[in-house]
Structures are given as C-alpha cells and as structure tokens.
C-alpha cells in the first residue's frame, strides 16, 4: 500500500508570495491533517479535514487555509508569505476522524524556504 | 509552559546500550500516547502507540505511560547505529486528531 505523498518536495519563495501545497493520503485514508515543523517550535498542528470539511484548527493566521477534494486529497495554501513561514509541512493521513484510536502516518514533507 | 516537555538532547549512546526517552505533560485529557521517529529530511514514522496507562513492547521497544504522574517514556534495548534518529512523543485527546508534540530528542548511537 502506498505511503502518504506531498508535492512538491521543495519550494523556495519569496516573501508577499503564496503557495499551495498538496497531499495524497493513504488509499482509504478519509482525514487529512497538517503540521507545520520548524526548529524553534517543533511540530505543530494547522487543521484536519475530513470528508472535505475542516474540523479541527490550531493556532495559526488566517494566511493558513486549506481543502479537501472529494477523493480525500488536501491542499494547503499560504498567501502573503512571511520569512517566518520557512518550515517542513507535514501531511499526516488517519482512516477515520480519529475520534478514537488516531494512528496518524506521515508524509515525507515539503520543504518551503521562504527568501 | 509547554504542555507537553521534552529534553531535545542530543543523546549519544554507543551500540548495544539501553536508551531511556521520556516526556512529561500537563494535559489530563490526554488518552492516546505516541512515538515517532524521524530520520534527517524524512517525515515522522510511527513507532509505538499507547492507550491510557501501561506497557506495551515491540520487539527492541517498549513504551510506558504514568498517567498518574503524566510522564510517559520509550524504552530502545540493543541500541543499534540505526536508530539514530530523533525521538518525537506525541499525545492526543479521545475526540479530534489534532496530535501535541514534544520537541523531540536527538539520539545518536555510535558504533
């Protein structure tokens, strides 16, 4: 069974642009989450979505928004690019909601430097 | 303060010893306990996975949680080079799949 999977892998952009990353969970997977992971504050989570409806947001701009398509792939998106918003997103797939159990698998990352 | 703590390390053991990673928190709510791995430049794996209180071994490790005291640690017995790698405990509350994590600490076992 195939893994998670995130493209691109690397991005670099400059700052006042945006960017859209995107996220294929695992075959059956229905939630999508993200996180994002920087040296300073480790990981931490930016929304869950499920069956195309955000259900859960952390702590993070409205810069940071998201979707989720109909066969359960996600997009993130990021507008007004700040220094700050260099980090490793990570995608993480769950079958269900997670209400219970949880098991989350990652994907490898995207990798966003912004300049 | 955080809610969940975790000495970042590095940690530096050679081959064969026993690694001891712990965590604290101060969520009660937390249920569901967990510990990723990651490799440099790879996402995080999942490693071990804990409901509530208790042990719970595979193979090479094993994972306790002290709900009572809310520390929670990863035991690696016969360390081998390839478990370098850095060391994430994560938590999660019975509703929601928003996961807390730990800074993660650096291990390193040396040949």
């Known amino acids: 069974k195939a893994g998670v999977t995130q493209t691109p892998r690397y991005l670099i952009k400059t700052r006042g642009q945006q960017v859209t990353l995107s996220c294929s969970p695992i075959s059956g997977h229905r939630s999508v989450s993200w996180y994002q992971q920087t040296p300073g504050q480790g990981l931490q989570f930016l929304f869950e979505y499920f069956s195309e409806t955000q259900r859960n947001k952390g702590n993070f701009p409205g810069r940071f928004s998201g979707r989720q398509f109909s066969n359960s792939r996600s997009e993130m998106n990021v507008s007004t690019l700040e220094l700050g918003d260099s980090a490793l997103y990570l995608c993480?797939?769950?079958?269900?909601?997670?209400?219970?159990?949880?098991?989350?698998?990652f994907g490898p990352g995207t990798r966003l430097t912004v300049l | 303060q955080k809610e969940v703590e975790q000495d970042p390390g590095p940690l530096s053991v050679p081959e064969g010893a026993i690694v001891s990673l712990n965590c604290t928190y101060s969520?009660?709510?937390?249920?569901?306990f967990m510990w990723y791995r990651q490799y440099s430049r790879k996402g995080p794996e999942l490693l071990m996975y804990?409901?509530?209180?208790g042990n719970k071994e595979d193979g090479r490790f094993t994972a306790q949680v002290d709900k009572s005291s809310k520390y929670i640690s990863l035991f690696i017995r016969d360390s081998q080079p390839s478990d370098s790698a850095t060391y994430l405990c994560a938590m999660k509350e019975t509703s929601g799949s928003r996961l807390t994590f730990g800074e993660g600490t650096q291990l390193t076992v040396n040949p």
């Open positions: 969520n009660s709510a937390f249920q569901y």
């Open positions: 993480a797939s769950s079958p269900s909601l997670a209400g219970g159990r949880g098991e989350q698998f």
């Open positions: 804990t409901y509530s209180s």
